[in-house]
């Protein structure tokens, strides 16, 4: 076979979270684009019919599921949704994420609700989605979870102290799925992405995509500029395929070098 076909996803049924826009989106296309039918996942109704439809048009299967990631009972339908309208479920993409009101604080500073929200939601969602996923996985051939992280979750991050708290937490979580899912057949990776001026990056920060050009410089990546979305789709592409198959518990950092 040649090695080129162990990167194809011919077959696979894979759900993203958090897909409607930024790197989801890029993560959902890249997954079509290598041959799987995707279900999209997300809060706004109308971004996520806007990928399956870009999905579709690739001539690949896709379903638009709104979902608060938040609500274990969404979580856990969508899961069951997949399955039963798809046929299938191989590969759950757990990148659904963020701050609530994108305000930068300290730890001292921080309302007991915003650290609450961004627990929920950057690391009791990414379990919650593994526990829906895995249940269906181990009973029908098992399969791939891929938890998006941060390089956020390796380093001090002032006033951004709950987000990469919960990235940590991702990290771990991986770790520990990992462990436990192997005998059931499920292989849970992570991938940790350096900064990528999606539009909660760019509110977060108060830059605006005129200061995309100027970025690299501004954060000192040694590759010279900041990410893109399609910079993580390869990475999520090669974790969902067979050409990673003697690879778990792992963090795959992206960031050019930072």
């Known amino acids: 076979m040649s090695i080129i076909n ?17 790197i989801g989106e890029g993560i959902a296309l890249g997954l079509a684009d290598a041959g799987a039918d995707v279900v999209i996942a997300a809060r706004r109704t109308e971004e996520i019919e806007a990928v399956a439809e870009k999905i579709r048009a690739m001539g ?8 608060d990631m938040m609500e274990i009972e ?19 993409v757990s990148n659904a994420g963020g701050a609530d009101d994108r305000v930068p604080r300290t730890l001292l500073d921080m309302p007991e609700r915003q650290w609450d ?20 996985m181990k009973d ?6 891929i ?13 951004n102290g709950p987000y990469a708290v919960a990235k940590s937490g991702v990290n771990n979580l991986t770790q520990t799925l990992a462990a436990e899912m192997a005998p059931l057949g499920i292989r849970v990776n992570s991938v940790s992405p350096g900064p990528i001026p999606t539009e909660v990056f760019l509110e977060f920060t108060g830059m605006t995509e ?12 040694p590759l010279g500029r900041v990410g893109t979305p399609e910079d993580i789709a390869p990475a999520v592409v090669y974790l969902a395929s ?5 690879m778990t518990g792992q963090d795959m950092v992206i960031n050019g070098g930072l």
């Open 60 to 67: 690949r299967r896709a379903l638009a599921v709104t979902t």
């Open 117 to 136: 929200f961004q627990m929920n939601l950057n690391l009791k969602a990414v379990w919650t989605g593994a526990q829906a996923a895995g249940a269906i």
């Open 242 to 246: 067979t050409s990673s198959s003697w």
């Open 147 to 159: 938890n998006i992280s941060s390089q956020a979750a390796n380093r001090a991050s002032p006033n």
């Open 74 to 92: 969404q979580v856990q339908a969508l899961a069951k949704r997949t399955f039963n309208e798809m046929g299938a479920l191989t590969c759950w």
């Open 140 to 145: 029908n051939g098992g399969g791939t979870i």
């Open 210 to 221: 005129d200061d995309i050009p100027k970025m690299g410089k501004m954060f000192g990546v």
């Open 6 to 22: 162990e990167f194809r996803l011919d077959g696979q049924v894979a759900v993203v979270t958090g897909g409607g826009r930024g």
